[in-house]
Every structure is written in structure tokens, then in C-alpha cells.
């Protein structure tokens, strides 16, 4: 998994984490490439990045300058209709949790095996 290059906190998450149904994964690839694409165009949007498992769980994470950022994204579907797709066609379960990140860490096995790198991880 790709990680996006974020800036210095703070910034907001959007955290999906969703159970599959199994059903339709051609239309479940396709609308996950679709939102991708439309985060990436939306004002405020500073990536994404998504995982799942072989059993069906799994979680995306799209990261944002502010909350309104994903407020916009979210209006961009103003009927719901996505939204009930993905509700009745793709998930068993899903849930969405908004979060403010106040502080953010990084350590990279490359960075630390450099002899200049500090050996403590350092806030982002």
C-alpha cells in the first residue's frame, strides 16, 4: 500500500471501515476507482489510501486540509444515490468516523538505516 505524502498536522481523516457482502466486485473496483478520482479533484483533498482483506474487511482512509473539505466531497453526491448503492450493493457493514489529526508520527526502515537519521521517530 502506497502511502500519501501528507503535510504537518493538523489536517482531518475520513476513516470508512466496511465488512464486503461479496457481491458485485467488478462495479465495487470501478465505483472505488470513480471516488478515488473525484476525491483527487475536490478542493482540500490531500489523498487516499484503502486496504481489504481476503474475508471482506477492510478500511479506506482519505485525508483533508479541513473538515469542510469533506463536507464539499460528500455534498458532491447530493441525492444519496451513491451512497445507497453502496449501502445496498457492496457492504454488509460499514462505518464512518471523522477525526481532527492533531499530531502525526513517521519511521521508515530507508531513513533509518541512514547513520545521519535520528534514531526516535519525529513528528510529520
Given at each position: 500500500m502506497r502511502?500519501?505524502?501528507?503535510?504537518?498536522?493538523?489536517?482531518?481523516?475520513?476513516?470508512?471501515?466496511?465488512?464486503?457482502?461479496?457481491?458485485?466486485?467488478?462495479?465495487?473496483?470501478?465505483?472505488?476507482?470513480?471516488?478515488?478520482?473525484?476525491?483527487?479533484?475536490?478542493?482540500?483533498?490531500?489523498?487516499?489510501?484503502s486496504v481489504?482483506?481476503?474475508?471482506?474487511?477492510?478500511?479506506?482512509?482519505?485525508?483533508?486540509?479541513?473538515?469542510?473539505?469533506?463536507?464539499?466531497w460528500r455534498a458532491r453526491d447530493d441525492r444519496g444515490v451513491i451512497r445507497e448503492k453502496d449501502r445496498r450493493g457492496w457492504y454488509a457493514h460499514y462505518a464512518l468516523q471523522i477525526a481532527r489529526v492533531e499530531r502525526a508520527y513517521e519511521w521508515s526502515r530507508d531513513k533509518a538505516d541512514d547513520v545521519d537519521a535520528p534514531e526516535t521517530a519525529l513528528p510529520v
Open positions: 502511502h500519501p505524502a501528507l503535510p504537518r498536522p493538523p489536517y482531518h481523516v475520513a476513516i470508512l471501515r466496511y465488512r464486503r457482502n461479496g457481491e458485485d466486485a467488478a462495479g465495487y473496483r470501478e465505483a472505488l476507482r470513480d471516488m478515488i478520482e473525484m476525491a483527487r479533484l475536490q478542493p482540500g483533498c490531500l489523498g487516499m489510501e481489504d482483506g481476503e474475508d471482506g474487511e477492510g478500511v479506506t482512509l482519505s485525508y483533508w486540509t479541513d473538515e469542510a473539505s469533506i463536507r464539499a
